[in-house]
């Protein structure tokens, strides 16, 4: 699939390069674009990349614990050594006492968020929206990408840049006061 979609490689050249016939190579691509069809359209069933078990588990658990401002269950999602980096900021925060004191300290607007959940780099991702000053709702703040190790949450970018990023995710540019369908309240 990758020599035919991506590199642009005719079936006859696929076929001759990996020894098989064309009836085979044309097969194979036929049941290659099934398969990703499958994982895509089980992907989007979520809102989540196509994950190992315990990677859906932690994104759906992070997005619960985010939304409640659960600090205790954030900090069991974490890998010891996580890290928080809100790029093109330098500000970068490593460790889960690190993290959680950002987010109960200088970010502790983002109490009270919403979070609607995307994919960036087949990894998952998060539209956060933050609680407006004036009570009518929620407005864009962060796209949250997690990266895992293991059993647990390796990396958290947020990425502030709302007005460019919101729009490629098809993620709406504010959310009303009422709860999201699927989003964690």
Same mark, same amino acid.
């Given at each position: 699939?990758?020599?035919?979609?991506?590199?642009?490689?005719?079936?006859?050249?696929?076929?001759?390069?990996?020894?098989?016939?064309?009836?085979?190579?044309?097969?194979? *691509?036929?049941?290659?674009?099934?398969?990703?069809? &499958?994982?895509? %359209?089980?992907?989007?069933? $979520?809102?989540? @990349? =196509?994950? #190992?078990?315990?990677?859906?588990?932690?994104?759906?658990?992070?997005?619960?614990?985010?939304?409640?401002?659960?600090?205790?269950?954030?900090?069991?999602?974490?890998?010891?050594?996580?890290?928080?980096? *809100?790029?093109?900021?330098?500000?970068?925060?490593? &460790?889960?006492? %690190?993290?959680?004191?950002? $987010?109960?300290? @200088? =970010?502790? #607007?983002?109490?009270?968020?919403?979070?609607?959940?995307?994919?960036?780099?087949?990894?998952?991702?998060?539209?956060?929206?933050?609680?407006?000053?004036?009570?009518?709702?929620?407005?864009?703040?962060? *796209?949250?990408?997690?990266?895992?190790?293991?059993?647990?949450?390796?990396?958290?970018?947020?990425?502030?840049?709302?007005?460019?990023?919101?729009?490629?995710?098809?993620?709406?540019?504010?959310?009303?006061?009422?709860?999201?369908?699927?989003?964690?309240?």
């Amino acid at each position: 699939m990758l020599l035919r979609d991506v590199r642009g490689f005719s079936a006859r050249e696929v076929a001759d390069l990996h020894g098989c016939t064309l009836a085979s190579a044309n097969s194979a *691509l036929r049941r290659a674009r099934a398969t990703l069809a &499958g994982r895509r %359209d089980r992907a989007g069933e $979520l809102g989540l @990349p =196509a994950l #190992g078990g315990t990677q859906q588990v932690l994104a759906e658990r992070y997005a619960t614990a985010f939304s409640r401002y659960d600090m205790e269950g954030l900090g069991l999602l974490l890998h010891v050594d996580a890290t928080l980096s *809100l790029p093109p900021y330098a500000k970068w925060m490593q &460790g889960v006492a %690190d993290i959680e004191s950002w $987010l109960t300290g @200088p =970010a502790i #607007g983002c109490r009270g968020s919403r979070l609607i959940p995307t994919v960036a780099n087949g990894s998952p991702a998060f539209g956060q929206y933050r609680p407006r000053t004036d009570g009518t709702g929620y407005e864009p703040w962060a *796209l949250q990408v997690l990266e895992f190790s293991g059993d647990h949450i390796e990396s958290i970018t947020a990425f502030r840049d709302t007005a460019l990023l919101f729009p490629l995710f098809g993620l709406p540019g504010h959310l009303s006061g009422e709860a999201c369908p699927g989003v964690p309240t």
